[in-house]
């Protein structure tokens, strides 16, 4: 039936939504190793409006210990310099009069732990978003009127192995993740 389909593209939809949100939440966890996109969700102060910092500037990783970010005009350095102090990453920007300078810490044992678990839980929202596309999803299907009963039993079945693909595709984000933060 053309509805059940309509209902199944649109789980798939939304859970490769989810995966995408847990990626990309994944990307802001630092994993040592200087990165561009640790600094999005930054915003500035710029002519009275709040920015996202990448819309500021410029944000380059020369190497894998430092960032630079470059604002296209120097009257807002101080500006991302609080910004940056006020996001709270455990950075602290320096700045050389035409750039932000950003030296990334080696990671200690404990906080790469606390990274991992950081992940984890990241990991486990997504999951738990997927098991809700899942539940709405047949919610939504066993409302239809009319359907075969075999149609619906396995419309239900395609959307729990839709589940099971996005949950593996999540566990795999993790580990990688995971992997990626443990390297020294």
């Known amino acids: 039936m053309e509805e059940i389909q309509l209902f199944l593209d649109d789980a798939r939809e939304q859970m490769a939504k989810v995966l995408g949100h847990v990626g990309h939440e994944l990307t802001k966890i630092r994993a040592g190793k200087a ?16 920015s996202p910092l990448n819309q500021v500037s410029s944000i380059t990783s020369p190497d894998p ?15 991302i310099e609080k910004a940056i102090m006020a996001a709270n990453l455990g950075l602290t920007p320096q700045n050389d009069g035409q750039q932000v ?4 810490p080696m990671l200690t044992e ?18 738990v978003s997927i098991r809700a596309v899942r539940k709405e999803t047949n919610e939504a299907l066993k409302k239809i009127k009319g359907a075969p009963e ?6 239900e079945e395609s959307v729990q192995k839709l589940t099971d693909e996005f949950i593996t595709k999540i566990e795999m984000l993790m580990k990688k993740k995971e992997a990626d933060i443990m390297t020294v």
């Open 150 to 155: 075999d149609d619906l039993k396995n419309a």
């Open 65 to 79: 210990r430092t960032l630079f970010i470059k604002p296209w005009e120097k009257s807002i350095i101080q500006e």
């Open 35 to 50: 990165n561009p996109s640790m600094l999005d969700g930054i915003m500035v102060a710029y002519y009275g409006a709040m």
């Open 110 to 127: 404990e906080r790469r732990k606390q990274l991992v678990k950081q992940a984890h839980q990241e990991g486990e929202l997504g999951k």
């Open 101 to 104: 300078i950003i030296n990334i």
